[in-house]
Each structure stands twice: as C-alpha cells, then as structure tokens.
C-alpha cells in the first residue's frame, strides 16, 4: 500500500496513475489527467500531484510539459506480492445489449483495490451501448463480486437460459425477472424466475483511453 499519510484523494490518483499510466501514449500533463479522472480543477489536482511528488511517490515535476511519471524507486510499483494480489481473472466478453456467452481463459487483469470488495471477483470486458446512460460504454472491463443473488435496482451478471450472460439493472418479482437497459432506444427484457441466474453484482468499472 501507499504511505498512510496520503489523503484518499491522493491514494485514488495514485492508484489510478499505477494502473493506467502505461494507457497514455506518452506521460500525461495535468489537463490530460483530469479529462482521464473527470475531474474539473486543475488547481486542485495540482495540489495532489504536488502532495504525491512529497511523498516521493511521483517524479518532480520541473516542467509540466514533461508530464507525469512515477517515482522510479516507488516501492509499491515494485512490489510483486502487492501486484499479484491486484490481480483478478478476467472471465471473456459480457453484454450490454444483446446477451452473448461470457467466455473464460486464463488472462488476468490488474484492479485497484478501491475498484473491488474482499469478496471473490472477477473482471468481464463490456460489449454493446445498453447500459451507456449509466456511464458503461462498450470496451470497458467492469469488476464483478461472485454472487448468486443481489437486491432489486443492482446491476447484474444475469446468466439467461443457462448459457448466455448479459449486464443489466435488475427487478425481481416472485413471477418475473426483469433486466433493464440503461439505454432509451432499448425495451426491458422479461423472464421467469427459473430462466435467470444471477452470477454476480457490478463493484467496480476500468477504461482504457487509447
């Protein structure tokens, strides 16, 4: 972990720059970190980065245009038990549109702490716009908490028919299941009970921006 003295602020950039640096095509300035963290203070992401820079975390930065790297002694960079850890199975493809079938292989991918619980997770890629009005867009890796049930209004992993895995808002009544888009061109899909196994709940979302 990151020195304790860090704000969670700063442990979310630092943690976010760990992850995704190698995304950027070359190191990013501070304009272009807030546009990937959506943040609208400049100033203010400054004052992080500055703050990260202290704790010899971040490279100092003499000329912004440089951009912004990591600390070459950064320990926690270079921890492989920590880094092993952050490690989750990435399980295939997952609708948000149509269901298809989530695939599994051997890959795994590296997720923040933050982004998951201390339950059994996973990672699944998002395929398709159905669930875009909630913010998860086509090629992102959303993390998963292995479940097998979820409250009403959760965002699921919903096994359909026994083969066929989608990403959806869900409604359960004691006759009906139904997985609601987060799209306005797209009809809510209804089922029996038995038809639909709940696989897990939405904790976390990664994108990538190249």
């Known amino acids: 972990m990151a020195p304790p003295s860090l704000t969670r602020r700063q442990q979310e950039i630092y943690d976010y720059l760990r992850t995704h640096l190698d995304d950027f095509p070359h190191p990013p300035t501070l304009d272009e970190l807030c546009d990937a963290l959506g943040l609208k203070s400049r100033g203010s992401l400054h004052k992080q980065i500055q703050a990260l820079i202290e704790a010899g975390l971040v490279e100092p930065m003499n000329n912004l245009r440089r951009g912004i790297r ?28 149509r269901p298809i079938e989530a695939i599994s292989n051997d890959e795994t991918v590296m997720v923040p702490p933050r982004l998951r619980t201390s339950g059994r997770c996973y990672v699944l890629e998002v395929k398709g716009e159905s669930m875009i009005d909630e913010g998860i867009l086509d090629g992102d890796w959303v993390v998963i908490e292995q479940r097998d049930h979820a409250r009403n209004g959760e965002i699921v992993v919903a096994l359909v028919d026994g083969a066929e895995a989608t990403l959806k808002r869900i409604e359960q009544t004691p006759g009906q299941v139904v997985l609601h888009p987060a799209n306005s061109t797209m009809q809510p899909m209804r089922y029996l009970p038995e038809q639909v196994q709940i696989q897990g709940i939405l904790v976390g979302q990664m994108r990538s921006y190249h």
């Open 70 to 97: 990591l600390a070459d002694h950064d320990p926690v960079a270079t921890a492989p038990d920590e880094s092993d850890d952050n490690q989750l199975p990435l399980y295939g493809r997952i609708a948000a549109g």
